[in-house]
């Protein structure tokens, strides 16, 4: 069989943990992707994907933690996971300058994620060879 | 093929999010100098519809927003032939500028990247 070439990929969750399975069918994606040898380059959380990032989630002990699984393996690959700007503050997703800025009373994001714009998406599509991307669905 | 992107908005522009945030991914591209254009299909196609009259919802009308598409670099608004006729969505009472298509898996092949915000 002839090597399948070595793809990096940028991956997109746009479906909410605990509603939906894209954060947890992107994540064996991932670490599929990782063992067969290729790079995922980021992993950007859009719309409902930006609950992913909460620092607050609380399954019960024998669930999943599917923000803590994302958020290990992203710190052991060294992958940057961001989390959409406009659909993080709609949806009560902050930092710590996002609190600040709009006088929030707390903040709530997962370390090691981030928050940005859609330019890293855009950025995304010109650079990686692949953009997959994990839907809720319904 | 030169890269671009087609978005695909498949939800109705009032009930649901995701089409707002679909365009949003567009007008992201085009403010990147990225070659994108829009299809509307399914129950999406009624976001081409003219004169939304949304106060009684207290949403903001989503004709306003689509209208810019062209402003901000937008190449095309394409809606899907069967599904205007499934809504009775006729030319005439469309905003301005839309293609009718009759393919819609030929237009997704005519571009390299095709995205749904979910």
Known sequence: MAAIPVQNYTLVITGAPYSSQAPQTALLFAEAAITAGHTVDRVFLYGDGVHLASALVTPPSDESHWPALWAKFLTDNAIPGIACIASALRRGLVNESEQKRYALPASNLLDPFTIAGLGEWVEGTMTSSRVIYFHGGG | ?118
């Open chain 2, 1 to 118: 093929m030169s890269k671009s992107t087609l978005i695909v908005i498949d939800q109705p522009p009032y009930g649901a999010w995701a089409g707002r945030e679909a365009l949003d991914m567009a007008f992201s591209l085009a403010a990147f100098d990225q070659r994108v254009s829009l299809l509307f299909m399914g129950a999406g196609v009624n976001w081409l519809r003219k004169s939304q009259e949304t106060s009684e919802i207290e949403q903001k009308s989503v004709e306003k927003n689509l209208s810019a598409a062209p402003v901000f670099g937008v190449e095309k608004l394409y809606a899907d032939a069967a599904a205007c006729d499934q809504y009775s969505l006729f030319p005439e009472s469309m905003i301005a500028g839309v293609v009718i298509t009759e393919s819609s898996s030929e237009l997704i092949r005519q571009h390299s990247h095709t995205a749904f915000a979910g």
